[in-house]
């Protein structure tokens, strides 16, 4: 049974840290693109980071460059969202994604709510 689980959202202030990990069972890891997303109140799910199969630096939306770090660990099967310089605009339920081009599987997690406070 494919899970991924999502944890270490919570309440913070302007300028404040977190760290999303999502632990994954049930498919390979390490054959999956990994991601974050984010859904915020009234809006549509967007991509915050991603970052592929073996890691490296990840790629980015604009509006989280230089404050979001993504990493992943393929022993734990795990990928971690690092998120500094938190503003009140990244408040949102975070998804944890799973994706794998070689057939289109894409699996998603249940979410963790992020809230900024001002």
């Known amino acids: 049974q494919v899970q991924l689980v999502e944890s270490g959202g919570g309440l913070v202030q302007t300028g404040g840290s977190l760290r999303l990990s999502c632990a994954a069972s049930g498919f390979t890891f390490s054959n999956y693109v990994m991601s974050w997303y984010r859904q915020a109140p009234g809006k549509e799910r967007e991509l915050v980071a991603g970052i592929n199969s073996i890691g490296g630096r990840g790629n980015y939306a604009d509006s989280v460059k230089g404050r979001f770090t993504i990493s992943r660990d393929n022993a734990k099967n795990t990928v971690y969202l690092q998120m500094n310089s938190l503003k009140p605009e990244d408040t949102a339920v975070y998804f944890c994604?799973?994706?794998?081009?070689?057939?289109?599987?894409?699996?998603w997690g249940q979410g963790t709510q992020v809230t900024v406070s001002s």
């Open positions: 994604n799973a994706y794998r081009t070689l057939n289109r599987r894409n699996y």
